[in-house]
């Protein structure tokens, strides 16, 4: 798997705003992942995209994808504290394969 | 159903000593991945099993780590002879078989800390 590069690096915003990270990378994927860390432990997975959608939706979270630009972006709308996390990207090939992850964005969502 | 488990969750050690971490994989994955993450560093790759494949090992840093799955479920990840560099979280994750095998689910982690 390949390391994407996520941007920006720290994100803060108010509750109830949306948040829009984004993530870059180098070559030809299958799929692109994005997952949240809370306090330095606890990976949740968030949604997967693959290399033929553009855009996956999954409750206030909204994916996209542009392969001819290699980048994707992870929209949260209507934020909460509760989102207050690190989110990476993964961008990877079809089938078991192991995660390589950037710095993140580390998103702050103040009440 | 009940997700990835790890112990311990946090294990304080002696340079020097052995230690062994546990996973206990969601059932029916055959997938197993171990990652380490250091203070402030990325996600960092140490091995994965899949089914009754030969693991890849090709991110243990040192022959004092190793790993090994029985019955294709728990996995014990063991460090030998500690050192203090060898302080970090370290993450467990399991697939499943299905047509989303590429999403991994994460253990709590154990946080280790060598002194």
């Known amino acids: 798997s390949q390391q994407g590069e996520e941007d920006p690096q720290a994100l803060s915003i108010q509750e109830g705003e949306n948040a829009t990270m984004n993530c870059s990378y180098k070559?030809?994927?299958?799929?692109l992942q994005w997952y949240r860390q809370n306090s330095g432990r606890g990976l949740v997975h968030l949604i997967l995209?693959?290399?033929?959608?553009r855009e996956k939706h999954s409750g206030r979270l909204r994916v996209t994808l542009d392969t001819s630009k290699k980048s994707s972006s992870l929209l949260i709308t209507a934020s909460r504290a509760a989102d207050t996390a690190s989110y990476f990207c993964?961008?990877?090939?079809?089938?078991?394969?192991?995660?390589?992850f950037g710095k993140g964005t580390m998103l702050l969502v103040s009440p | 159903g009940a997700g990835v488990s790890q112990s311990p969750s946090n294990k304080v050690t002696e340079k020097g000593k052995d230690v062994e971490l546990r996973c206990d994989p969601i059932?029916?994955?055959?997938?197993l991945y171990w990652y380490r993450q250091s203070l402030g560093q990325g996600l960092e790759f140490l091995i994965y099993?899949?089914?009754?494949?030969?693991?890849?090992k090709s991110g243990l840093p040192s022959d004092r780590f190793s790993a090994e799955r029985t019955g294709g479920s728990v996995s014990t990840l063991t460090i030998q002879r500690t050192q203090q560099e060898d302080s970090a979280v370290y993450l467990c994750?399991?697939?499943?078989?299905?047509?989303?095998?590429?999403?991994?689910?994460f253990g709590p982690g154990t946080r280790l800390l060598v002194l």
């Open positions: 994750a399991s697939s499943s078989p299905g047509h989303q095998r590429e999403t991994q689910y």
């Open positions: 070559t030809s994927i299958n799929n």
């Open positions: 995209i693959r290399s033929n959608e």
């Open positions: 993964a961008p990877g090939n079809s089938g078991y394969s192991t995660l390589t």
């Open positions: 059932s029916g994955h055959t997938a």
């Open positions: 099993f899949q089914g009754n494949s030969a693991p890849d």
